[in-house]
């Protein structure tokens, strides 16, 4: 007789939400955005929660989103379905673009659109130091918990160079295995239940 495994019960969801911090869903999380998703916190109080979809990249660079924008080969991707017209950011630049909001460590959210513009133009932003996405993450008031307490996510930590320079599904994947072994049965599961 074997012990009753719960594959899906998040055993260390004692962790709370706090910027810089990341979401990881559940595998049968059906939502059309966060399916399979690692989402970045960048801001959290009692009014609710602000993140970007790492892993939901578009192929395409933000020079052919944005007209008259110096090419630069970044990653871009699917940050949210809120403000899905708007393109937003997260950079190391820091103290050199006023108004960035201070995520973790040496990662920003933000700031002023035409001194991100110009250090590009000037080579002063790197590909690996700033990363776009369209639209944004958001959960009100006690939203995000509810979910916490339905096991819909986990939160962990996430390395800066993780969240800079992996877009793609596999960073789901990543971070499930660096969480241990009962993690690692996850993306064996289909995406759909009722899919054999």
């Known amino acids: 007789m074997t012990d009753n495994l719960d594959f899906f019960k998040i055993k260390h969801n004692d962790t709370k939400p706090e910027k810089g911090f990341v979401l990881v869903s559940e595998p049968f999380l059906q939502d059309t955005f966060f399916k ?20 939901n990249p578009i192929k395409s660079l933000v020079s052919e989103i944005l007209s ?7 990653l871009v991707g699917i940050g949210g379905p809120v403000q899905t017209d708007i393109i937003h950011y997260l950079h190391t630049a820091g103290d050199l673009v006023p108004d960035s909001v201070h995520v973790k460590e040496d990662l920003y959210s933000g700031g002023d659109f035409e001194v991100i513009r110009r250090l590009i133009n000037e080579k002063l932003i790197e590909p690996n130091e700033i990363r ?23 939160v962990t930590s996430l390395d800066r160079d993780s969240i800079m320079n992996v877009g793609g599904p596999v960073l789901w994947e990543q971070v499930l295995k660096k969480e241990g072994k009962q993690y690692q049965m996850w993306p064996k599961y289909p995406k759909n239940p009722l899919m054999n």
């Not at 008259?68 to 970044?74: A, G, K, L, Q, T």
């Open 36 to 55: 399979r998703s690692v989402v970045l916190i960048t801001e959290h109080s009692k009014e609710g929660t602000v993140g970007f979809i790492l892993n």
């Open 68 to 74: 008259d924008f110096p090419d630069i080969d970044s």
């Open 132 to 154: 776009f996405f369209v639209g944004f993450s958001s959960w009100h008031e006690g939203q995000l918990e509810r979910e916490l307490s339905e096991d819909s996510w986990m």
